[in-house]
């Protein structure tokens, strides 16, 4: 999640960025385990997100441990549903993480229509912490990020900001690297982008960005 905020220079509520906080902690919770998944009902095409072995109070930061004890008292949802609750709570858990880190403060939204459902966005600080975040969505590109890198550069490339992060990559050559690495990754982090680029195909033929 902070690696998915750092990398594209922020979060300001419009198209471009609309689910990073969300699913980028959707994404947080999946690696580290604060939700399991299952699969249910006719062909088993439904996925379930359930709590993980994690003890949320033992989550690595505050927003995963919000999210854990949410999985936790909740009632049962997909992953679409808790995108959409996570879109409730995750800007303000993201913002204040990154401000209580010193690399981001608040801002007005660029976009108008962003102001109409969000009254703040993000921006990144922290020029080191970006240039930190920018060699690790590169090493994930090249083949050589970590399952962290892998799983949130994808969700850059899901939100169609990948081509901005890193410009002098193709972006063909790029999601090729990065889905041929999917299978790496824990089943709830692999649901999860299975479920964003299957918003960004929606988009595409939506006409969206």
């Known amino acids: ?76 949802g997909t992953v679409w549903t808790w995108l959409e609750r996570a879109a409730v709570f995750a ?17 007005t939204p660029r976009d108008w229509r962003a102001r ?22 590169l090493d994930a590109v090249e083949g050589r990020g970590n399952q962290s890198d892998v799983a949130l550069t994808l969700l850059l490339d899901a939100q169609n900001v990948l081509p901005h992060v890193v410009p002098a990559v193709s972006r063909r050559r790029a999601r090729r690297q990065l889905l041929a690495r999917v299978h790496e990754l824990p089943t709830p982090a692999r649901e999860v982008v299975d479920m964003m680029q299957s918003w960004r195909h929606r988009r595409e033929m939506e006409g969206g960005d």
């Open 91 to 107: 800007p303000d858990l993201v913002c204040r993480e990154l401000e209580t880190a010193g690399v981001a403060h608040r801002c």
């Open 1 to 76: 999640m902070l690696l998915a905020a750092k990398s594209s220079g922020g979060w300001h509520g419009d198209q471009a960025t609309e689910v990073l906080p969300s699913a980028g902690l959707l994404l947080d919770g999946a690696l580290t385990g604060a939700f399991s998944v299952q699969r249910q009902g006719w062909f088993r095409r439904t996925v379930t997100v359930h709590p993980g072995d994690m003890n949320p109070a033992l989550a690595p930061d505050q927003a995963v441990r919000d999210l854990a004890r949410r999985v936790h008292e909740a009632t049962l």
């Open 116 to 137: 109409l459902v969000n009254d703040f966005g993000m921006d990144i600080d922290d020029t080191q912490a970006h240039r930190h975040a920018l060699q690790r969505v």
